[in-house]
């Protein structure tokens, strides 16, 4: 819960963040220059942004899901191509990139019907399909994408071609859905408007898209059950079925409408939408004040990240309906953890963190950021993982089953959620470092730049240098122009177990308010502030009740989480196990990977060569190796091979 004295705080506008590092700018730049240019062939190449001419020309052809192209989900796909271009476009202007979001954002507003209604699959193949299947067509979450969208778009140029358009499209979706006599009460089977209501509620200032926000969230789950009632009228006989495993998309679990929200205290279901919902539903607390909806929020951040979230911070156990299944259920080599999940994850990390001031949400978002979200693009920009596993042996049978889940990362997928959003979110990265309120500035994740925070009617400029994440001096130099009397919350990472303060060369003792030293003086123009974070390997436990990686270790150094690869290791990664006393030695490799830290140990590799039956009493004699585990985020860029996070130990 908040303290008494906490002001919730706004993040601080990516466009008054400069990132300046070698770690993330790299990352960055690569995302402006090859990744959002990709996705822009990809849309362009398989039809998508075409489809808003409503033509129906889609050189792909086929059929997805049993129904004709273009997909219920393409709206999205572009939407988000919009956002990341509109992000960039606000930092590094490219009059190109102008032309073509313009010419893009002008179909979409050209497609727009009469009556306002706004989607390129029930317009061009569907128009009687309107709303008859809220449960499972993905009509509310393109409103949701459209709709930040054009914020995006709006932020950026200043232009409401988009935002107009799905001003009105939102008023006519609330003329159709509501508790009031004569509406309907449905709601998303994708959540994902309700979180874009919240986005469009802060930009304009309208009440009324907040408390559709709300409606939606407090309908779901009610009774009578809406999706029944609509496949009722459907005249289907699939409510909420079942049976394994064939129906799970059509059971209420798996899109969080078994229970009213607030009774909902275990994350269920498919974990995209779990996410994108407990964003929804931590924006709407926040902007009405419902103290009830943030303890639900509350008991769900608990169950996620207490017993369903991976050390990586992907989340979703089993592509069976890409969900998560039950407490502490968490396979290496079977998980899903999309990466659409992990940037659900971190919004809503960061909208708690808004609301409560505590750094439990910085040092999950800074988990995922670093590792799970990061290792769903390549490198060199144009490759995927849909799925993140913690563990990949590319022989198994496994992978030849499932499109979305290789040993490797892919350049596209059918659905191809995940590539647009992660260009949005490294194009908007800065918006996650630091927060701003009335009373000062809080620093959530250490990155060399520059921050211009609003403190009030004080604009303050703070310096930040460092080689974060792999080292863990952090310098903050005030540039001011006048003496200025404000907060500095500087976050003590979570992983840190030993940090020192020094203000202007002095040390000072420090003590922690919910996870951050709290400064509070005049400061001037120069005055320094430096945080040594101590920063050495880490040997990591599971609880024992993760099967999967019990009697294992997982080696982290700051909030880098690590692992093997076989171009560095030789086959057979579940043969090493590492001897509890061992040495652990970083050790800093321009040359590898993009410049990153790698650690070095001895280990043991057991067992027998092969040539012996495959049962034998023979346990083989142990061989000594050295083996050298990189950051879990850029593996796969190289020879493919196994990849092991939890590595076992003796
Ligand atoms: O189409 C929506 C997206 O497709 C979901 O968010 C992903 O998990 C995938 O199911
Ligand atoms: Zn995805």
């Known amino acids: 819960m908040a303290s008494p004295d906490f002001h919730p705080m706004s993040a601080v506008p990516f466009t008054r963040v400069v990132i300046n590092d070698q770690f993330w700018l790299p990352r960055q730049e690569t995302n402006r220059k090859i990744t959002i240019p990709y996705v822009q062939s990809m849309s362009e190449k398989t039809g998508r942004f075409d489809s808003f001419k409503l033509t129906h020309a889609n050189p792909e052809g086929g059929w997805v899901f049993g129904m004709p192209n273009p997909p219920i989900y393409w709206d999205s796909d572009v939407a988000k191509w919009i956002e990341a271009a509109s992000y960039s476009l606000a930092t590094h202007f490219d009059a190109d990139l102008a032309g073509k979001v313009e010419e893009i954002v002008e179909l979409i507003a050209a497609s727009q019907q009469d009556d306002s209604y706004l989607n390129v699959h029930f317009t061009t193949v569907d ?36 935002l107009d358009p799905m001003i009105s499209y939102i008023d006519y ?33 309208e009440r009324r898209f907040l408390d559709l926000a709300s409606y939606f969230i407090d309908e779901r789950g009610k009774l009578p059950h809406y999706f029944d009632i609509e ?126 001031g505590d750094s439990h949400y910085a040092d999950v978002a800074e988990r995922v950021l670093y590792n799970g979200f990061l290792s769903g693009v390549s490198l060199a920009g144009d490759t995927f993982f849909y799925a993140n596993l913690l563990e990949v042996d590319p022989q198994a049978p496994y ?39 009335s009373t000062g500035v809080a620093v959530h994740l250490y990155v060399s730049g520059e921050v211009t925070a609003h403190v009030g009617d004080k604009v303050v400029t703070l310096k930040q240098e460092t080689r974060y994440p792999w080292d863990g001096d952090v310098a903050i130099t005030m540039e001011l122009d006048q003496p200025t009397e404000f907060d500095l919350r500087l976050r003590i990472p979570g992983w840190c177990n030993d940090a020192k303060l020094e203000i202007n060369d002095s040390p000072v003792e420090h003590q922690t308010d919910k996870g951050y030293v709290l ?40 909030p880098i989480v690590y692992c093997l690869e076989e171009v560095d290791n030789s086959t057979g990664l579940n043969a090493l196990v590492l001897p509890r006393d061992a040495e652990l030695h970083s050790n800093f490799e321009e040359s590898q990977l993009g410049g990153v830290a790698t650690i070095s140990v001895s280990a043991q590799k057991i067992g027998r060569d092969t040539g012996e039956p495959l049962y034998s009493t023979n346990p083989g004699k142990p061989t000594t190796t050295t083996i050298k585990a990189v950051p879990y985020a850029v593996w796969g860029n190289r020879e493919q091979g196994e990849m092991l996070v939890w590595i076992n130990e003796a």
């Not at 509501?178 to 802060?202: D, F, M, S």
């Open 127 to 162: 128009p009687d399909g309107r709303w008859t299947n809220l449960r499972d067509l993905h009509e509310l979450y393109c409103a949701g994408h459209l709709i930040e969208a054009a914020v995006a778009h709006f932020e950026a140029t200043g232009n409401r071609t988009l």
């Open 231 to 356: 496949s009722d009228e459907r005249n289907e006989d699939d409510k909420n079925v079942e049976e394994w495993p064939h129906t799970i998309g059509l059971r209420h679990d798996v899109k969080q409408a078994h229970l009213p929200v607030r009774e909902q205290t275990t994350a269920e279901g498919h974990s995209v939408r779990a996410m994108y919902l407990y964003d929804g539903m931590a924006g709407v607390a926040a902007g009405t004040g419902d103290e009830g909806l943030m303890a639900a929020c509350r008991t769900l951040w608990d169950n996620v990240t207490n017993r369903r979230m991976y050390i990586t911070g992907g989340v979703g156990s089993t592509s069976e309906g890409e969900r998560f299944t039950v407490d502490h259920d968490l396979p290496s080599d079977t998980a899903y953890a999309e990466t659409c999940a992990s940037i659900g994850l971190v919004n809503w990390a960061t909208r708690m963190l808004q609301a409560e």
């Open 399 to 437: 992978f030849r089953r499932r499109e979305r889940i290789k040993p490797f990362r892919q350049g596209w997928f059918d659905t191809a959620c995940c590539p647009p959003n992660v260009i949005r979110t490294l194009a908007a990265l800065g918006r996650y470092f630091y927060s701003e309120n």
């Open 519 to 558: 400064l509070h003086r005049v400061w001037k123009s120069g005055d320094m502030v430096v945080l040594r974070l101590a920063m050495p390997v880490e040997r990591i436990y599971s609880d024992r009740r993760v099967s999967s990686s019990t009697g294992k270790v997982a080696l982290q150094r700051g």
């Open 173 to 205: 979706i609330a003329s159709t859905f509501g508790p009031e006599p004569g509406k309907r009460r449905g709601y998303p089977g994708h959540e994902e408007i309700e979180l874009a209501l919240v986005r469009i509620w802060k930009t304009t200032g």
